[in-house]
């Protein structure tokens, strides 16, 4: 279940990757190493952060999803393209699913619930971040700040209801949705609200 | 002594990632999230290159010391911030204390002066080099360039001085004191010479 | 043979750090942590990612290198920078030498050829992609798309050769060349045919 949770996340993150890197104009292998890096570069890191085997380098199932979304993702990027919400929604719910990830990842080594919320909201939020910076854009995490804020909730979640004794499949689930839906609410809010924060606003 | 220039060092580099973070108008998890990986970004580096447990995973302290020093800085971000040095003054400290920390956690895993002071240069600038880069900034190490240059500076004055038997709390101060001073008086130097690099520069 | 390959391509990567810093002007530490940066920082991460001791700091020789290549790319870059391609020329050599030594690493750990490919290309591209954010620049992997896709095919050359059994130095050779030749005659093109991307694209 965990497995297959961490394969969908991939997928997600190697689509929105993929999205990305179209839209810069890039060629197949162009579009596949930003798609890469997207979905692995949270992993990564986590196993980097937590001394264990990097988890694409061990299960070449991670390089097929990747590869497998990325083509996907190619053949129908116009369709997708066309629904401004699409790399919103995709990119959610990666995030929750890799939330999730990164938080059970951290309790396997033993590590407090600090820790591991930081882990999950690190391993959701690095492999967007490394995507826009590659693709010399604003990082998303800092224009829509409530990304790492929904991150740090939903792993609140998992804690609150893990202590209730909920069972883990549920509590995933719980956890992802609840990520993923406060993205996508304050995704919402900030395009019918434009104005609040662009009037004054400091930076460019 | 060691460990708590350590914390001191986390809680100025957060400090100084809440004021960048305010300048951009995050919430409080946004802030949060750039003082954080300002705070521990370098040291994280650090414990990568020498593949030891990262410090702020098996500590909660560098958690606790980022959390306070992030709620401080937002209560006092107006005082700071008038301020046009307290980044500088506080970025600086940090510096400081992170050069000496890298280079003595090189010398624990037996590495090589060189390796030592290349140890506690990455250290000190690293977090500000990714807080600036999430801030969509240019980094200020390149802008002031003297940024790396106090540090190692600091590091062949620390092993000068180990050379002459002075003791090693004192050496913790004077190479602390000494990147601080530099990159302090390198900053006054650029502020009331603004000329010397801008009138024909090829960047932006 | 394999070594000197490691050295020549971490001095050819940090003329090439040392050209970009000269054109943002920075002084001589300055220049040298970029160039030290471009030159080792595909190699630090392919160490990471593998677990193993970070080459430079095990073997001062490769910062001697970058010391060295640096000294003498800062007294010659007049002569360098009046030519355009030799930027691009020493950035090829360096993608060359780092996708075999990529490679050459994953199989001592015992990885099946598609990491290694991965491992290559990551080798060679992250250093040019630290270069390029640190100064400021759009990453070069991202303009030139055909940077990325040069490592991947040379790392197809590499495996196909073995596979016929090429002996070890020559398919070293091959696949450096081929990967500089793809690079180059890719530049090439783009810069006769600027007008192919440039049109109506969406980015800046």
């Given at each position: 279940m965990f497995y297959y949770f961490d394969?969908?996340?991939?997928a997600a993150f190697?689509?929105?990757g993929v999205l990305a890197?179209?839209?810069?104009r890039m060629d197949f292998f162009g579009i596949f190493i930003i798609a890469f890096v997207t979905a692995v570069g949270g992993g990564t890191l986590r196993d980097l952060l937590l001394g264990v085997d990097i988890a694409w380098m061990k299960d070449l199932n991670y390089m097929y999803v990747t590869i497998g979304a990325t083509i996907f993702t190619m053949?129908?990027?116009r369709e997708v393209d066309r629904n401004n919400w699409s790399l919103a929604i995709l990119d959610s719910i990666g995030m929750g699913v890799f939330t999730v990830v990164g938080i059970?990842?951290?309790?396997?080594?033993?590590?407090?619930p600090l820790i591991c919320i930081t882990l999950g909201t690190l391993t959701a939020c690095f492999g967007g971040v490394i995507r826009d910076i590659l693709a010399n854009e604003i990082p998303i995490i800092f224009k829509k700040e409530i990304y790492a804020t929904?991150?740090?909730?939903?792993?609140m979640v998992y804690f609150g209801l893990t202590y209730l004794n909920v069972s883990s499949n549920q509590v995933t689930v719980y956890v992802a949705t609840t990520v993923v839906v406060i993205?996508?609410?304050?995704?919402y809010f900030d395009l019918s609200l434009p104005n609040i924060y662009s009037d004054?606003?400091?930076d460019n």
């Amino acid at each position: 279940m965990f497995y297959y949770f961490d394969l969908l996340g991939t997928a997600a993150f190697a689509a929105s990757g993929v999205l990305a890197a179209i839209h810069k104009r890039m060629d197949f292998f162009g579009i596949f190493i930003i798609a890469f890096v997207t979905a692995v570069g949270g992993g990564t890191l986590r196993d980097l952060l937590l001394g264990v085997d990097i988890a694409w380098m061990k299960d070449l199932n991670y390089m097929y999803v990747t590869i497998g979304a990325t083509i996907f993702t190619m053949f129908f990027h116009r369709e997708v393209d066309r629904n401004n919400w699409s790399l919103a929604i995709l990119d959610s719910i990666g995030m929750g699913v890799f939330t999730v990830v990164g938080i059970e990842k951290g309790l396997m080594n033993a590590h407090v619930p600090l820790i591991c919320i930081t882990l999950g909201t690190l391993t959701a939020c690095f492999g967007g971040v490394i995507r826009d910076i590659l693709a010399n854009e604003i990082p998303i995490i800092f224009k829509k700040e409530i990304y790492a804020t929904a991150c740090i909730v939903g792993g609140m979640v998992y804690f609150g209801l893990t202590y209730l004794n909920v069972s883990s499949n549920q509590v995933t689930v719980y956890v992802a949705t609840t990520v993923v839906v406060i993205r996508l609410l304050s995704l919402y809010f900030d395009l019918s609200l434009p104005n609040i924060y662009s009037d004054d606003s400091e930076d460019n």
